[in-house]
């Protein structure tokens, strides 16, 4: 039996209001899945629980099978985590924080070097390597930080809002990268607010309001789901979401 690549069981969160509530996701290995869902419904709450950066209130969260709760660290050698904003030492120059980073996880430098040459050609910033973080825009900083959170391939890959900030050049790269990882065998899950990019991309579909899982599959799943066959994903999103539908 194939292990789950992730697998998330009555996940729960309370802030002033519940944020995220017996919320269950399972995710087999090489997926790439997009948990959509409007502001405020618990999509990055979510993420941030599974990358351990949040506790839970209630549930569990295994991730290739190890408890992320009880072994956080062990959990946290398997995935990856790129927020929304990126997160990079602006001194440093992209191969400096790539070797700072892969450092961090114990990669083995002539591995780590090659890794980082890999991903700065792929993401078309191999130019600008020796250029200071600083003096990037926000696209480039957001592939630096993209090539940071694969220089120890991970096996599982989570990522806010991606494509955030990016011109259409460089949002089909990161594209195109992420299609390649997820045939190399790993598992992507990533929010986006631009739907096409979803209905395009993933391989199964999550909606998330209030908290709650309110659909899940294919977006032909989604459509039977939602009673608008032959629709766009929007158009079932919006359905999905509608006050008073779920």
């Known amino acids: 039996m194939t292990v789950a690549a992730l697998a998330v069981r009555d996940l729960c969160k309370r802030f002033a209001r519940p944020a995220?509530?017996?919320?269950?996701?399972?995710?087999?290995?090489?997926?790439?899945?997009?948990?959509?869902?409007?502001?405020?419904?618990?999509?990055?709450t979510t993420l941030r629980m599974i990358v351990g950066l949040l506790a839970p209130d209630a549930g569990s969260i295994e991730v290739f099978g190890v408890d992320a709760l009880a072994d956080p660290i062990g959990a946290k050698r398997l995935i990856?985590?790129?927020?929304?904003?990126?997160?990079?030492?602006?001194?440093?120059?992209?191969?400096?924080?790539?070797?700072?980073?892969?450092?961090?996880?114990?990669?083995?430098?002539t591995t780590a070097a090659a890794h980082a040459e890999e991903l700065l050609r792929w993401l078309e910033i191999w130019e600008q390597r020796d250029q200071r973080c600083e003096e990037f825009s926000r696209g480039m900083k957001q592939k630096a930080a993209l090539a940071g959170a694969l220089i120890h391939d991970p096996?599982?890959?989570?990522?806010?809002?991606?494509?955030?900030?990016?011109?259409?050049?460089?949002?089909?790269?990161?594209?195109?990268?992420?299609?390649e990882r997820v045939k190399q065998g790993t598992t992507v899950i990533l929010t986006t607010h631009i739907l096409e990019v979803a209905e395009r991309l993933a391989e199964r579909i999550g909606i998330i309001h209030q908290g709650r899982l309110l659909a899940e599959g294919t977006?032909?799943?989604?459509?039977?789901?939602?009673?608008?066959?032959?629709?766009?994903?929007?158009?079932?999103?919006?359905?999905?979401?509608?006050p008073g539908h779920a």
């Open 20 to 44: 995220v509530e017996r919320l269950r996701l399972t995710l087999p290995p090489g997926e790439l899945y997009a948990l959509l869902g409007p502001n405020g419904a618990g999509k990055t």
């Open 80 to 109: 990856a985590w790129l927020p929304d904003e990126p997160m990079l030492y602006d001194k440093l120059t992209p191969l400096e924080y790539l070797e700072f980073v892969a450092g961090l996880w114990g990669v083995e430098g």
């Open 155 to 179: 096996k599982l890959l989570i990522l806010d809002e991606p494509l955030s900030g990016l011109d259409a050049a460089m949002a089909r790269q990161v594209k195109d990268l992420l299609l």
């Open 219 to 242: 977006l032909d799943d989604l459509r039977r789901q939602s009673g608008l066959a032959g629709s766009s994903l929007e158009e079932v999103f919006l359905q999905l979401t509608a």
